[in-house]
């Protein structure tokens, strides 16, 4: 029964990654625009590739120059008049230096009837990067590692990235002048807010200066005295030639997942799409659910909870792991010896923290199986180290790079 259930598990993961892969998407955006000038387009994030890809086939010779500026190995190879760059996630390093400046030099003299096609999605915020002045890339490097190992979330990571950059919160945008900018997004951001997504290159900032400082206070983040005189310059709060159009999201992930767990024979119930709590508190959560179903004598059929969103990771360990190998960890601790029950949580863009797995999914023998070779599941939790945990057990997952970026699925299976 388990491996059924499993089966199942991997066919809706598969399905539903591959109906928000965003190529319809942007040729849908793009098929009934005109234009009357030169065409740039520059594609950045971990779909950039697919992105751009899709606005060439849209598009073709009516594309002047364009740029792609991606994840280290999300490339799928050339594309016709297009410079590819891979740079690092979730750290910038040089080549996110080199795509932000090639992508300047690319918009730099347009005219009013220019247009660039801003394809953006999530990772943007490390990929593409020019540090503002008097801030330099080993800053970002330092501040960026913080915030990540504090539990801080990605609305909070980015309010701070954005006023330490001159390519966020609008100020790519605004070095387009005069031409106009027409941004296709795919969020990797709880309830889309689109001066988070990639930190809001093309769009004016609702953050403000006070509430960076305010999260360097929450989190007793180490700066130098020149990060704090760059936070204070305020970022743009009016963008005047940008138009933006959102293309995918994890609504339409958990939406997808929805509709494939009914279609293979589940009950379907729909938790939440803004799931943003620890890893740890999550999978707890998802086991309690799991528990309870177990103990329901009512429970007859096939059943399926599903939730989306971003959970977060308070390092306090050496380990190595990603928030979704971390709640599928906490998870089988949870339901250990549970039967026809898995739980699993995935990456939609394929990778999971610093790692090759997308996440994990684990069921009732998964704790037995870690323990089995000598090591403890609860310490491996205890110093976030659910990637060897899982593979341990057998339990990572491991997909490759999607295409598309949109968050995480999280889902319960029970028969």
Same mark, same amino acid.
């Not at 490097?141 to 504090?150: A, G, K, P, R, V």
């Given at each position: 029964m388990i491996n059924e259930i499993r089966e199942d598990a991997y066919k809706i993961i598969r399905m539903s990654i591959n109906e928000v892969l965003p190529e319809k998407a942007v040729q849908k955006a793009l098929e009934n625009k005109s234009f009357t000038g030169s065409v740039i387009v520059i594609a950045i994030g971990k779909a950039a590739w697919n992105m751009a890809n899709a606005a060439k086939e849209s598009l073709g010779s009516k594309i002047v120059k364009g740029l792609v500026v991606?994840?280290?190995?999300? /490339?799928? %190879?050339?594309?016709?008049? $297009? #410079?590819?760059?891979?740079? @690092?996630?979730?750290?910038? &390093?040089?080549?996110?230096?080199?795509?932000?400046?090639?992508?300047?030099?690319?918009?730099?003299?347009?005219?009013?009837?220019?247009?660039?096609?801003?394809?953006? /999605?999530? %990772?943007?915020?490390?990929? $593409? #990067?020019?540090?503002?002045? @008097?801030?330099?890339?080993? &800053?970002?490097?330092?501040?960026?590692?913080?915030?990540?190992?504090?539990?801080?979330?990605?609305?909070?990571?980015?309010?701070?990235?954005?006023?330490?950059?001159?390519?966020? %919160?609008?100020?790519?945008?605004?070095?387009?002048?005069?031409?106009?900018v027409f941004s296709i997004v795919l969020s990797d951001v709880i309830g889309d807010r689109l001066d988070s997504i990639a930190s809001g290159p093309a769009y004016p900032d609702s953050s403000t200066s006070v509430e960076a400082l305010e999260i360097i206070n929450k989190y007793k983040l180490k700066v130098k005295p020149n990060v704090i005189d760059t936070i204070k310059i305020e970022t743009p709060k009016e963008i005047t030639n940008t138009t933006t159009v959102i293309t995918g999201s994890v609504t339409a992930l958990c939406e997808a997942a929805l509709k494939n767990a009914e279609i293979l024979g589940y009950e379907v119930n729909l938790l939440t799409t803004t799931l943003d709590c620890e890893a740890k508190e999550a999978g707890k959560f998802l086991a309690a659910i799991a528990r309870e179903a177990n103990r329901n004598p009512k429970q007859k059929k096939p059943c399926a909870w599903i939730a989306g969103g971003e959970t977060v990771v308070k390092i306090i360990g050496s380990g190595k792991g990603g928030r979704n190998q971390e709640l599928a960890l906490a998870a089988a601790i949870g339901i250990d010896g549970w039967k026809n029950t898995v739980i699993f949580s995935v990456g939609s863009d394929g990778t999971d923290g610093p790692t090759d797995a997308a996440g994990g999914m684990v069921d009732?023998?998964?704790?037995?199986?870690?323990?089995?070779?000598?090591?403890?599941?609860?310490?491996?939790?205890?110093?976030?180290?659910?990637?060897?945990?899982?593979?341990?057990s057998g339990d990572l997952i491991k997909t490759g790079s999607t295409g598309t970026n949109v968050n995480d699925l999280m889902m319960i299976l029970f028969k």
């Open positions: 991606t994840k280290y190995e999300h /490339s799928r %190879g050339p594309i016709e008049g $297009f #410079e590819i760059i891979e740079a @690092g996630h979730p750290i910038p &390093d040089e080549n996110s230096v080199i795509g932000a400046a090639r992508a300047l030099e690319m918009v730099k003299g347009l005219s009013s009837g220019d247009e660039v096609i801003f394809l953006i /999605s999530g %990772g943007g915020s490390s990929i $593409f #990067e020019k540090p503002a002045h @008097g801030i330099t890339l080993e &800053d970002i490097m330092d501040i960026t590692n913080q915030l990540l190992s504090s539990g801080a979330d990605i609305v909070e990571i980015n309010t701070i990235r954005k006023h330490l950059s001159d390519v966020k %919160g609008g100020r790519f945008a605004e070095q387009c002048l005069p031409a106009k009732g023998e998964t704790v037995r199986r870690i323990k089995s070779k000598n090591a403890s599941p609860y310490q491996l939790l205890e110093n976030n180290d659910s990637y060897h945990a899982l593979s341990l």
